[in-house]
Each structure stands twice: as structure tokens, then as C-alpha cells.
């Protein structure tokens, strides 16, 4: 089949790559021509493993194509996937210029029938919306379908190939019928299809994300009780994880979740319920609670030196989780901000993700090429992402080199054990602090 991705981000590069890795012929369209150009010479331009080798094959094999023309695309396929950005508006709803913007361009240049699958994350209603659009530039056939995207960033590759479920939105039995050919490889396999009217599956990517989002949260006020009454998160979370209803995934604590999508749907399904008059209260309690549990451990660290003035903090990690060069909205943001704001420098590591930081807080902190070379000389480490390579790091060369042998750790990387033994003073979340 021959396929139009528009939108070559996280989801768009990894949806097209897995199409074409599929046999299909596909032609990725972005109006950044750098990306464009780069893609085209075979550089990947986002850090998502796994994916430069499958990417590559692709473009060997000429089932990958990269170009900023939007036309010639349309004129090569059927099926065309949105894969653009839904950014919050001003109010917190998912602002759908991008979606509309191409759905306009769409209906302005198609010349045979079209099938629009639309991948963003959009508030229900927006097919009709797309649908409306189209409508009014154009007389040819096409249909619209909602098929959200639940890949996760660090994981995409993986997620994509063999996805949990497949979730389509569809009125017409000509795009149902296109659609499950697509994706026959995947339900061949016995990974399910669930097809659904285009407003339900619109609202599934939401419920999902701001579900997982609640859990994460729920988890974080335990641990924050757990601290106050002597309880040990980590046993809390072995024991209420057994219970299949609950299941262990998404109970670890930490400091708040972040990234482009939990804090953005979260806001989005909270606006939309407002607009029709709806008041999503657990939504809201959530957010607040998130945003005060990303940088709860900077009071922490205050607390243990005396002041911030003029001391020097370690971050250990700059990407919003382990596995993605990602930053939007991550704790670690929050937190070098408000270091500096209450006068402590930060010099920062992290592998992939350092260069996305450099574009938005350029020379306000100092980054380390190593996770050793970070702590020399300084007054205390905060641990802000999960990053494999902090799970077992060489204590020795911690002790020597951070003055007060002190770790703030926002992801409960270390057993308070093994903190003991080598005498650090180690705050975690939700456990007993030692030292
Ligand atoms: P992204 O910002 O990484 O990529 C979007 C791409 O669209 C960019 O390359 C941008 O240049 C391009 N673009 C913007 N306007 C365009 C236009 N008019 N024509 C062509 N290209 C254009 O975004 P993303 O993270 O891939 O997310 C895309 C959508 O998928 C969002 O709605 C998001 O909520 C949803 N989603 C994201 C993830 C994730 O993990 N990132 C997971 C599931 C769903």
C-alpha cells in the first residue's frame, strides 16, 4: 500500500518507519526542511532506540521517503495518517491549527478519494471538525478515522511493531476495510483490532493517558504519606502491585510525571469536560498534586545545606524519562529553574538529552560530558531521570568526589542498604531518609 504520514516527529517517523518495515511504500511529509533534508541523508533526528537500523533498511529499501512536498505525496496515496502536534492552547484545550491547517491543504490539493486517519491526540468531535474541513475545499470522496496513538517515547520502536491494541474510529465500511488491511500483519498475530465509533476512540487515547496519569500520582501522595508515618513506598507498591486488579506497572513514585503528553492530555480532557459543562475533578487534583510533586525535593536539598545560595547542585539526568532525548515538560526542568532562582548553580548530565536543554537554557547551568564529572565538587546530587546508567553507579568515586556525600533521588534508583553501607546521606521518595 502506498501511505502519507504527515508530521515526522516521535509518532510520525516511528508509524512511518513501521509502515514501511510492513512493505509499504511511504512518503513522510514536514514543513522543516532541515528535518526533511537531514531524514533524507539518513540522519534520524530524534534519540528513540532501535530505530536508526529499521530506518535506514527502510530508505535502502525505497519504502521510506522523506519531503516537504504535501501534493506529490497525496498524489502517490491512498491513506493519508496526521501526526502533527496538538500543543495546549492558551485555555489548556489541544489547539488543532496543525490538524485543521493540513486538513484544509488535504482538501485543497487531493485528487482521488482519501482516507484521512488522524494519529494526533485530539478532544472528541475533532473528525467532524476534520471532516467539516475538507468538505468545504473539496467535492471528491474521502473518509475520516480517529486511530490514536498509544506508543511511548523510549519504547516507540517496540510498541509500534507489536502494539497492545489498535484502536480505530470509523463510520464507513470502504475505510474500515482499508484500514484492517493495514494493520492485518499486527492481527494475524492476535493483536487485537477494536473498531469503535470516531468520538469513543478519540476519547480512549485520553482516558488512557490521564488514567496513567492519576495512578502515577495516586502512587506519589502514598509515598509522600509513607514519608510521614515511617511506611516504606517500596513495600507498599510490592504488595498492592500483586493484586492483578492494580498490577505493578505504574506505581513506582518519583517526582511527578512530565513529557509531551501526560501533562498536555491531562489539561486537554479537563478543558474539553469544561466546555460542555463537565467538571473532570479527579483530573484537576491530579495536576495540582503533580505540580508540586516535581520539585518537592528542592526544599529538600535547601533544607540539608542551610541555603542554595551560592552552592553548586548535580543533576543527574535532563530527559522528562529514561530512554528519550525528549525534555518537554520534564521534573528536571522545574527543578534547575527554581535551583537558580533561589541562587544555586547547576551543572547537569545526561547522554541524549543535552543538547535539547542547551536550546532552552543555553549557558544559565554547566553540563558535564560524564555522571562522575557532574558531582565533582559538589554540595549535593539530585537524580532526575531513571537512566540505566545511574542504577549502578561506582560509589567510591560518588564519595570522593560530592562534598556532603548527599543524593537527592527523584527516581529511587538505590536500596537505602546499599546508601547506608557507603555512609550517604540519600533522600529518596517515599522511603526513610539515610544518614
Ligand atoms: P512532534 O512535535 O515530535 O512532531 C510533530 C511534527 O509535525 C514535527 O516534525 C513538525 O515539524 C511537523 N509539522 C508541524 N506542522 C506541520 C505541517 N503543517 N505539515 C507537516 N508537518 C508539520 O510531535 P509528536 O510527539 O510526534 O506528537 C504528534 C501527536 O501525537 C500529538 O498529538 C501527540 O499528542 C500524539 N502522541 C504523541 C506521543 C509521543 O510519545 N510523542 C504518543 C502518542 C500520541
Known amino acids: 500500500m502506498k501511505i502519507t504520514i504527515v508530521g515526522t516527529g516521535y509518532v510520525g517517523l516511528v508509524t512511518g518507519t513501521t509502515l514501511a518495515e510492513l512493505g509499504n511504500e511511504v512518503y513522510c511529509v514536514d514543513v522543516d526542511q532541515e528535518k526533511v533534508r537531514l531524514m533524507t541523508e539518513g540522519t534520524?533526528?530524534?534519540?528513540?532506540?532501535?530505530?536508526?537500523?529499521?530506518?535506514?533498511?527502510?530508505?535502502?529499501?525505497?519504502?521510506?521517503?522523506?519531503?516537504?512536498?504535501?501534493?506529490?505525496?497525496?498524489k502517490q496515496s491512498e491513506v493519508v495518517f496526521l501526526a502533527l502536534p496538538t500543543p495546549p492552547g492558551e485555555d489548556g484545550s489541544a489547539d488543532l491549527t496543525y490538524v485543521l491547517g493540513v486538513a484544509e491543504q488535504i482538501g485543497s490539493l487531493m485528487d482521488s478519494y482519501k482516507i484521512v486517519v488522524?494519529?494526533?491526540?485530539?478532544?472528541?468531535?475533532?473528525?467532524?471538525?476534520?471532516?467539516?474541513?475538507?468538505?468545504?475545499?473539496?467535492?471528491?470522496?474521502?473518509?475520516?478515522?480517529?486511530?490514536?496513538?498509544?506508543?511511548?517515547?523510549?519504547?516507540?520502536?517496540?510498541?509500534?511493531?507489536?502494539?497492545?491494541?489498535?484502536?480505530?474510529?470509523?463510520?464507513?465500511?470502504?475505510?474500515?476495510?482499508?484500514?484492517?488491511?493495514?494493520?492485518r500483519p499486527f492481527t494475524n498475530t492476535g493483536i487485537p483490532i477494536i473498531f469503535?465509533?470516531?468520538?469513543?476512540?478519540?476519547?480512549?487515547?485520553?482516558?488512557?493517558?490521564?488514567?496513567?496519569?492519576?495512578?502515577?500520582?495516586?502512587?506519589?501522595e502514598i509515598a509522600n504519606y509513607c514519608e510521614m508515618v515511617g511506611a516504606d513506598v517500596d513495600m507498599v507498591r510490592l504488595g498492592m502491585g500483586s493484586d492483578d486488579r492494580i498490577g505493578h506497572r505504574f506505581l513506582f513514585p518519583g517526582i511527578g510525571y512530565g513529557g509531551s503528553c501526560f501533562p498536555k492530555d491531562v489539561k486537554a480532557l479537563i478543558e474539553s469536560g469544561h466546555q460542555s459543562g463537565f467538571d473532570f475533578q479527579i483530573l484537576k487534583a491530579t495536576e495540582k498534586v503533580n505540580k508540586v510533586q516535581k520539585t518537592i525535593l528542592v526544599d529538600e536539598i535547601e533544607k540539608f545545606l542551610g541555603t542554595l545560595q551560592g552552592k553548586k547542585i548535580a543533576v543527574w539526568g535532563l530527559a522528562f524519562k529514561a530512554n528519550t532525548d525528549d525534555i518537554r515538560e520534564a521534573s528536571s526542568l522545574d527543578n534547575i529553574r527554581m535551583l537558580l532562582d533561589r541562587g544555586a548553580s547547576v551543572t547537569a548530565y545526561d547522554l541524549v538529552a543535552e543538547s535539547n536543554v542547551r536550546k532552552i537554557l543555553g549557558d544559565q547551568i554547566s553540563y558535564a560530558p560524564s555522571m562522575y564529572e557532574a558531582i565533582e565538587n559538589a554540595d549535593a546530587l539530585l537524580i532526575a531521570t531513571e537512566w540505566p546508567e545511574f542504577k549502578n553507579p561506582n560509589f567510591g568515586i560518588m564519595?570522593?568526589?560530592?562534598?556532603?556525600?548527599?543524593?537527592?533521588?527523584?527516581?529511587?534508583?538505590?536500596?537505602?542498604?546499599?546508601?547506608?553501607?557507603?555512609?550517604?546521606y540519600y533522600n529518596s521518595i517515599g522511603r526513610t531518609t539515610v544518614g
Open 44 to 74: 534520524v533526528p530524534i534519540y528513540e532506540p532501535n530505530l536508526e537500523e529499521m530506518f535506514l533498511r527502510n530508505i535502502q529499501a525505497q519504502r521510506l521517503f522523506f519531503t516537504t512536498d504535501l501534493q506529490m505525496a497525496l
Open 118 to 183: 488522524n494519529k494526533s491526540t485530539v478532544p472528541v468531535g475533532t473528525a467532524d471538525k476534520v471532516r467539516s474541513v475538507i468538505a468545504g475545499k473539496t467535492n471528491i470522496e474521502f473518509d475520516v478515522v480517529s486511530n490514536p496513538e498509544f506508543l511511548r517515547e523510549g519504547f516507540a520502536v517496540e510498541d509500534s511493531m507489536n502494539p497492545a491494541r489498535i484502536v480505530v474510529g470509523c463510520g464507513s465500511e470502504r475505510a474500515r476495510s482499508i484500514m484492517s488491511e493495514i494493520y
Open 196 to 220: 469503535m465509533d470516531e468520538k469513543s476512540s478519540e476519547l480512549t487515547k485520553y482516558a488512557a493517558n490521564s488514567f496513567l496519569a492519576v495512578k502515577i500520582t495516586f502512587m506519589n
Open 399 to 424: 564519595a570522593q568526589r560530592l562534598k556532603n556525600k548527599a543524593i537527592f533521588d527523584g527516581r529511587n534508583m538505590f536500596s537505602l542498604d546499599l546508601a547506608r553501607q557507603h555512609g550517604f
